[in-house]
């Protein structure tokens, strides 16, 4: 082997081995919506015209969740954004990036989840949870509370799902040297309603979805 290609060889073995060669990796999560991630950046690229690759103007993050063939939720930098078909950029989908955004891909849509009141140890005491469909509407705008001053949620977001998509929210006693007597809150047609776990759980499985399945009497899954 002559010397020149004897250092092409070795140079693109080394390549491989500690870079692979800037390989980029392409998926596409709806027909028209690609991602590209190039040694750990990535980029969104939407087909025009049927056939042509078009680079968003994005700051990526790479996640990509398909709410319906016209619609996706993308992370971006700037928070989590609805890309519609045809779109040239994404809307932010909570409308303000200080919200905490959760897909639902089931149910075709995002939850967002704000904090209205904290208790006095910090901690969401009041959150507003508004469902927004895949063109930005908003289909469900509610106000969830603790129990009383003396408590709080153990999240600042649902903490759980059912089956039909409906969030819980776990809530607890704010003084963490007491029992933490938990319970579930969720809506149901307007109203806030709880049930109290049972009162041999302990504050660290306040978040395990076991316990409150069997008390509700359906399979709950995380948040």
Known sequence: MKTRQRIAVSTLALCLALSGCGEV?????????????????????VKRFGFVWVKLEEAATGTVIALDPNTAAISTA????????????????C?????????????????????????????????????????????????????????????????????????????????????????????AGGETRSVAAPPDLARGQCLDTMPWSGVMKRALRKA
């Not at 700037?78 to 989908?93: E, M, T």
């Not at 509370?145 to 809530?171: C, I, K, L, M, W």
């Not at 007491?178 to 809150?185: D, I, Q, T």
Request: proline share 4%.
């Open 25 to 45: 990796i392409e998926t596409d999560p709806l027909p028209w919506l690609r991602v590209k991630n190039k040694s750990g950046a990535h980029e969104y690229y």
């Open 78 to 93: 700037q928070g989590l954004k609805l890309l519609s078909r045809g779109a040239d950029q994404g809307i932010l989908a």
């Open 95 to 187: 409308g303000s990036s200080r919200s905490l955004a959760f897909v639902v891909p089931q149910a075709g849509v995002v939850d967002c989840f704000d904090v209205l009141g904290a208790s006095a140890a910090q901690v969401a005491s009041q959150i507003r949870w508004r469902r927004i469909s895949g063109a930005g509407e908003a289909l469900v705008v509610e106000k969830i509370s603790a129990e009383n001053a003396s408590r709080h949620f153990a999240r600042a977001t649902a903490s759980f799902y059912d089956a039909g998509h409906q969030p819980y929210f776990v809530t607890m006693n704010a003084d963490a040297s007491a029992p933490a007597e938990c319970a579930l809150v969720w809506i």
